[in-house]
């Protein structure tokens, strides 16, 4: 029997057969067969192993040719500040861990582009829970330190605390090792976002002097009186305040935007006169006024607000220092108002006259109108007391119950002394509130007879259903030639 010797190939490394046709001759049929079959599939072996490896060195050209892989760190980092958008401080209930740390488990080159871009740690929002008060002092202490010598802004949201901590007031702002860094930056911080911060913060606030936008709450669980709020070297611009029972302090021409929730009617009212730079300034759900401190002097003088354009009051037309804000107050920018009825149970035989002075002196630039919880009175409403002169565009009925609805679209649908009410009204929104169908229509006859070309309504958690003789009478009038645009709870209602 012939043997075959081998070589080794030089492109596959393989041993190959060395033998000839001339020794493939000398044997016999049956050997050649049994030779040439094993050769075959000798050679299909070696296609089967070449082909994996192909696709093994394939897979690894596709990893390390990753398009994430080869981008420059540059545009990675560009990447990574759209995949972490900066937190929105509104009080949630669930904590999300920042994704600075999720992307950064990725890989090294990951983590080494997110600590060396100091705009993606120069934000941060956290939950400050006692039991998880390690945790929490790290990733602020990360975001402090990574963050470079960018500002910074830093929403906290602590909680009430148990009832075993109740007799002990906390010592620190956040933890020993975080305070003296928060220390060390405080003229860093343009935005602090507080939510039940305990009393410590407020003997930190005034060391703020870059603060520009400052929310915040404190601690009702405690059961004491904070000690004032002095920010007259801190220039806050923009200043949301609730809980706070005490007086405050401010740089008082740095505010333009206010907000108070929870805070002394007095307090509110000694704000709104002093701060005469305000843009945008609302009060919702105010207490009685401060029983400690020295009290705000009620005004008997007119203050004027030259740049107000945003006005919210809840007013109680029984209350003192509501009828000198209504007697004395003018607002010549005023660009949206909106009028909260305090839920008081005293009957109001008539509109005070302190409210009328109020809606006569509402200004030219007025175009939304925004009306909440009001009723009707024996001789009308703050509806009647509107002059017709003022160019009201958009008019919102909030929370409104009994006749108010319906003395508003009776008024709208008529014409006093041969002229229209508001006659610049291109929108009415009715939000929790139930709307008369007809009377609905009835507005939108009148308005579209006197020339209006198109109109805006929206309903919001309205529970009464539709009925079809409105949806017919809409149609008639978009058939007409009327640009009408019903909303309901923010969905197109098909008027075609």
């Not at 000398?26 to 192909?54: M, P």
């Not at 611009?237 to 505010?255: D, N, P, T």
């Not at 607002?331 to 909106?338: F, G, H, N, Q």
Request: proline share 6%; net charge neutral; hydrophobic share 40%.
């Amino acid at each position: 029997m012939a043997t075959f010797e081998g070589n080794v190939c030089p492109y596959c490394n393989q041993t190959r057969s060395t033998t000839t046709r001339s020794a493939i001759a000398t044997i016999s049929l049956a050997e050649k067969t049994s030779h040439i079959q094993r050769e075959v599939q000798r050679v299909e072996d070696l296609i089967t192993k070449l082909h994996h490896q192909r696709s093994v060195l394939l897979q690894h050209l596709n990893e390390i040719q990753s398009p994430i892989s080869i981008l420059p760190p540059e545009t990675l980092s560009v990447v990574f500040q759209y995949a972490s958008p900066k937190p929105r401080f509104e009080e949630v209930s669930q904590f999300i861990a920042p994704r600075q740390f999720t992307l950064g488990a990725v890989s090294v080159l990951w983590r080494q582009t997110l600590l060396s871009t100091p705009s993606l740690w120069a934000a941060v929002e956290l939950d400050i829970l006692p039991n998880m008060m390690d945790k929490r002092s790290s990733l602020l202490r990360a975001f402090l330190i990574h963050s470079g010598d960018l500002p910074l802004s830093i929403g906290l949201r602590y909680h009430n605390p148990t009832a075993s901590h109740h007799t002990r007031e906390p010592e620190f702002l956040i933890s020993p090792t975080v305070d003296p860094i928060l220390y060390e930056n405080a003229h860093r911080i343009r935005g602090l976002h507080l939510s039940k911060a305990h009393s410590p913060w407020i003997n930190y606030i005034p060391h703020l002097t870059n603060l520009v936008d400052l929310t915040l709450s404190i601690q009702s669980a405690l059961n004491r009186t904070p000690s004032d709020l002095i920010l007259d070297n801190v220039p806050c611009s923009q200043l949301i305040l609730s809980s706070f029972r005490a007086r405050v302090q401010l740089y008082w021409s740095a505010i333009t935007i206010l907000h108070l929730s929870l805070i002394p009617i007095d307090v509110s009212l000694e704000l709104l006169v002093k701060c005469t730079n305000l843009l945008e300034y609302k009060v919702v759900s105010p207490i009685q006024a401060a029983a400690s401190g020295a009290a705000f002097a009620i005004p008997n003088y007119i203050f004027v607000l030259p740049r107000l354009e945003v006005f919210q009051w809840v007013v109680d037309l029984h209350r003192p220092i509501d009828i000198a804000m209504l007697r004395f107050i003018q607002m010549p920018a005023l660009r949206r108002l909106v009028w909260v009825t305090a839920n008081t149970h005293a009957a109001i035989p008539g509109i005070p006259e302190s409210a009328k002075v109020f809606f006569d002196r509402l200004p030219m630039t007025l175009t939304t109108l925004e009306i909440r919880s009001t009723h009707v009175w024996t001789d009308g409403s703050v509806f009647d007391h509107l002059h017709d002169e003022l160019r009201i565009e958009n008019l919102v009925i909030s929370s409104c119950v009994g006749d108010f609805p319906r003395h508003v679209l009776r008024r709208l649908s008529s014409s006093g002394g041969g002229s229209m009410r508001l006659p610049q009204l291109k929108s009415i929104s009715f939000v929790g509130t139930q709307g008369e169908q007809a009377l609905i229509v009835d507005v939108l006859e009148h308005r579209f007879l006197h020339g209006t070309q198109s109109f805006r309504l929206e309903f919001k958690y309205c529970t009464t259903p539709w009925l079809s003789k409105f949806r017919e009478k809409a149609k008639e009038l978009v058939d007409d030639g009327l640009k009408l645009e019903v909303i309901v709870d923010e969905r197109s209602m098909d008027l075609t």
